[in-house]
Structures are given as C-alpha cells and as structure tokens.
C-alpha cells in the first residue's frame, strides 16, 4: 500500500533541540573565554571586577558541562541562562557610568529571547526591559550617568529590533503556513491518486481473476474446461503410491444428435446445462466435473476405486434420467468407468474409460460399463 510522503515536513522536536544545543554550546563556550580573558586583563586594575569577570567565566563553563550532560533539558537550560544574562547584562548596564556601548548588551539579550523561547517569551522581555530602564531614569531608584539622548537611542533600538524580529517572526509564520497548505493540498492529491491506483489495481485483479475463471471453465455449462482439467492434471499429477487410486468416469449423452435434430440446438443446449448441473450436484465435494467437448462429460474421482466409481456413476445416471425436461422426455446417458494404474496417462486413462463407454452404447445405452483392468 502507498503511504503518502510529507513534502515539507516540519522541523522535528529532536532538530530543534539539536540547533538550541550548537547556538548554547557555541554561547557558553564563547562567554566562558570572554569572561575568562577579561578576568585576566581587570584582574591587577581592578582584582573586584577581576574576580566577578572569573565568576562569570566559571558560571558559563558549568552551564556548559550541565547542557553536554542533559542536553535534553536544554529548554530549561536555555532559561536559566537567559535570566541570568538578563540579570547579569541589566546590572552591567545600571552599574556602566554612562557607558553607552554597554546599552548593545540588552540587544543580545533581547534577540536571544526571540530565538530561544519565542515571540511571547522576546515581547515580555523587551516590555520588561524597556520599563526598567526608563522607569530607573524618570524615578532614579539606580542613579546612572546616562544622558536622556543615550536612553532615548536605547528605547528607539530596542524597538527597532522588535520591528525587525516581529516582521521576520511575521514572514515566517506566512510563509510557514503557506507551506503547510501547500503540504496539505499535494498530500490530498498524493491520497487521492494513491486512491485511484488502488482502484485500478483492484478492478484489475478482479478482471484477471475473471479472465482466468473464463479460460478455464466451459461458457454453457460452468463445468471445468477440458484445456483447464489436462493442464491441472500435468501440473500435479496424482501420486502413484497412494493406496486407494483414482477414477474417471466418461459420460456421453444418448442420441444428443437426435435432440438437437428433432427439438433444436436451443433444447440442446438446455439439456446439456441440465446434465451438467446435475452431475455436479450429484458428486461429491473432492470430484472434478468437466466438459470434455461436445456432448461428452467427464467426472474425475480422486481416491475412488473402481466399485465407488460406478456406484457414484450408476447415481448420477438414474438422476439424470429423471430430469424434468418436459420438451423432450426423459434423458438417458452412457458411461464408461476407469480407474487410474501406476504409470497411467491420462490419455491411457480415458481411453479405457472410452472403451468402457463404448461397450455401454453397444449394450443399447442407458448404463454403466466398467473397464477392464489394463
Ligand atoms: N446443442 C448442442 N449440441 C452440441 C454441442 N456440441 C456438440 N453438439 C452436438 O452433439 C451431437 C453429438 O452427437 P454424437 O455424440 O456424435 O452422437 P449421439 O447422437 O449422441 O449418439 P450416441 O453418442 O451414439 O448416443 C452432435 O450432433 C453435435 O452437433 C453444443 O454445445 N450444443
């Protein structure tokens, strides 16, 4: 069975997780030599920053030990980090003396939030962020050196940054749901062809079981073909040592000439469909029934031996003869009795099945001849 294919799948939970691992790994590593470096180079200047700056430089290679050791935790990871950033980058820039470069920090932050929790998680932050810092330079709660104008660049970067990862955030989700549609449509399409096929496919198994019923059964009677039975009995021929062996009765229908000649093929016809059904009602469930050709029927018995068979044949004639065929009377048929011997053919078989039969017809018709052992 076709499974219809996803065009653009979804990026999975294990991708995302996986692009979170590189862009922390590379962040914590980055942050861990940056501290580290600056720690070296504060560190006789002024050993206080020295030994925050190797603070945070410890901090940052642990995160980084804890995110190769649960990197599946790496939402929760990336969440500590990004409010201790958010902690760490807001008191480097209320304790930066009117650094401005200081306010670039916040950007980071603010762009990290967007990438790693979201557009909820990087709105509530820049509202945050955006609050504290004018809120501390109307109220002064943190005396800083900041001019009005550096703030004011502060607020409009800041929201230029929103603009930027708002209509980027914006593009993607359009486009992302364009995509899924797109998806959606040509997955329908995929379903519905897949549909067809199996449709087609099924309506030609049923065309091919059909064709191979047609070919092996005899059209007027429903009897197997005589093509059909030689076939089977080429293809597996019964073995020679089985105790019981099998038998073959031949029947021909008497003076079927006559009938055609005096009620018309058409009468004909029916009471060749009547003998047919009859003798397939009449044996058994394991017996073969074929039209041989003509008005001659065979009747193949596995595991018969010669009395069954002529007991079974001797059944079927009686009910033949008692058919209610009101045009023409009562219907009588010969029949000739063979049992198979080892190393018989087929041909051989019917042939004393045939002679059998003959002797019947010689008798005046209307019974059961056996044949005689060969
Ligand atoms: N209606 C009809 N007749 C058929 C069909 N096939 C063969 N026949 C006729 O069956 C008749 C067979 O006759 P024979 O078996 O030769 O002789 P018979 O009249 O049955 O005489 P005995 O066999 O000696 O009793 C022929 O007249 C064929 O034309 C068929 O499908 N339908």
């Known amino acids: 069975m076709l499974r219809p294919i996803q065009l653009f799948p979804e990026l999975t939970d ?31 200047n002024d050993p206080f920053l020295g030994k925050v700056d190797l603070l945070f430089s410890c901090i940052a290679f642990i995160l980084l030990w804890i995110l190769h050791r649960y990197h599946k935790m790496v939402e929760l990871i990336a969440s500590i980090a990004l409010w201790l950033c958010f902690v760490q980058f807001l008191t480097v820039f209320f304790v930066g003396n009117g650094n401005a470069t200081r306010s670039g920090l916040l950007l980071l932050i603010l762009a990290a939030a967007f990438y790693l929790k979201g557009r909820v998680a990087g709105y509530s932050m820049l509202a945050i962020l955006l609050s ?3 809120g501390n330079h109307v109220l002064g709660l943190f005396p800083s050196d900041y001019s009005n104008l550096d703030l004011l660049s ?48 099924q309506a030609l198994e049923m065309e091919k079981l059909n064709l191979t019923r047609l070919s092996s059964t005899d059209h007027l009677t429903g009897l197997s073909n005589r093509h059909h039975f030689e076939t089977r009995f080429a293809e597996y021929p019964p073995s020679a040592s089985r105790k019981t062996a099998d038998a073959l009765i031949l029947i021909d229908i008497d003076n079927f000439k006559k009938i055609n000649d005096t009620y018309g093929h058409v009468l004909g016809d029916k009471v060749l469909k009547s003998v047919a059904s009859c003798m397939q009602k009449h044996s058994r469930i394991f017996d073969i029934t074929v039209r041989w050709g003509g008005d001659e029927l065979v009747i193949y018995a596995p595991r018969t031996n010669l009395k069954q068979a002529c007991q079974l044949a001797e059944k ?14 009562p219907i009588t048929i010969s029949a000739g009795v063979a049992v198979l011997q080892p ?24 019974s059961v001849y056996a044949a005689a052992p060969a």
């Open 14 to 44: 294990t991708v995302n997780v996986r692009y979170k691992v590189i862009f922390l790994n590379n962040v914590f590593t980055f942050a861990g030599l940056a501290s580290l470096a600056m720690s070296l180079i504060r560190w006789n």
């Open 132 to 134: 504290l810092v004018i």
């Open 154 to 201: 502060l607020g409009f970067y800041l929201l230029a940054q929103f603009f930027i990862i708002h209509n980027y955030e914006s593009l993607r989700e359009t486009q992302t749901s364009y995509l899924k549609a797109l998806n959606s449509d040509l997955e329908a399409q995929v379903q519905q062809r897949t549909e067809q096929l199996a449709a087609a496919n």
């Open 316 to 329: 079927i004639r009686k009910h033949i003869n008692d058919l209610p065929i009101e045009e023409s009377g």
């Open 343 to 366: 190393g018989d053919s087929l041909s051989q078989l019917l042939n004393r099945a045939d002679k059998a039969l003959y002797e019947a017809k010689q008798a005046g018709r209307n």
